[in-house]
């Protein structure tokens, strides 16, 4: 069974610093990696997609890195903004179903 | 293109009462996910669809939550009877097909038992 984690479960930051969250999973056999956003009282949005023959994938100020030897994942967001406050989720995809890390809080103070 | 839809979006019962959840997913999209989010978690997985049927409920508490996806379209969620560990958002999702592919969420409805 895959299981996620994402430490550290929050984290505040001044505007304009970049953001680094992290991911780990279990069972390096995953088939992709995707990055969600979850705003308070909303659904997930997806923010990032790599799949396993991928290292990374950008998109915008966002840049995700898959590193399936070491069961590690990592999404940089650049210059940060208070617009980016929310919480940031993980999913690994194996056996045709994604497994949930419990997510990282983002604050951003401006 | 139109988004998940998923209604209502907010219910309050009483212990022991029973609740449904409808989800219609983006058009043309196979598979279908009904997960299960409590307070301070990831989404679980509760049941996937593959058109109308079932690929898997593992993880389905079956003695008293049932789903079906009559013909391969929306999707009902029932809980009958709800207990108060049911409290947590309900999120439905859909993807183009089955495995790997990208998975668009609807709003959630967010259920609280007292």
């Known amino acids: 069974k895959q299981e996620v984690t994402q430490i550290p479960a929050a984290l505040s930051v001044p505007e304009g610093e970049n953001l680094v969250l992290n991911c780990s999973f279990t069972d390096s056999a995953i088939y992709n990696l995707q990055w969600f956003r979850q705003d308070p009282g909303k659904g997930l949005t997806s923010l990032l997609l790599i799949q396993s023959s991928q290292r990374e994938q950008t998109s915008g100020r966002l840049n995700a890195s898959l590193d399936k030897s070491s069961g590690r994942s990592t999404l940089y967001i650049a210059a940060s903004q208070p617009g980016d406050s929310a919480t940031y989720l993980c999913a690994g995809v194996d056996d045709y179903k994604l497994s949930f890390g419990a997510g990282t809080t983002v604050t951003v103070r401006a | 293109e139109a988004g998940v839809a998923q209604s209502p979006r907010y219910k309050i019962i009483e212990k022991r009462q029973s609740v449904a959840f409808w989800c219609n997913p983006i058009s043309g999209h196979a598979t279908l996910y009904w997960y299960q989010q409590i307070l301070g978690q990831g989404p679980k997985l509760l049941i996937q669809?593959?058109?109308?049927?079932?690929?898997?409920d593992s993880q389905l508490p079956k003695d008293r939550f049932s789903a079906e996806r009559l013909k391969g379209v929306d999707s009902t969620l029932k809980i009958q009877p709800a207990k108060l560990e049911d409290s947590a958002v309900y999120l439905c999702?859909?993807?183009?097909?089955?495995?790997?592919?990208?998975?668009?969420f609807g709003p959630g409805t967010r259920l609280t038992v007292t």
């Open positions: 669809f593959q058109n109308n049927g079932v690929v898997d």
């Open positions: 999702a859909s993807s183009l097909e089955r495995g790997g592919g990208e998975q668009y």
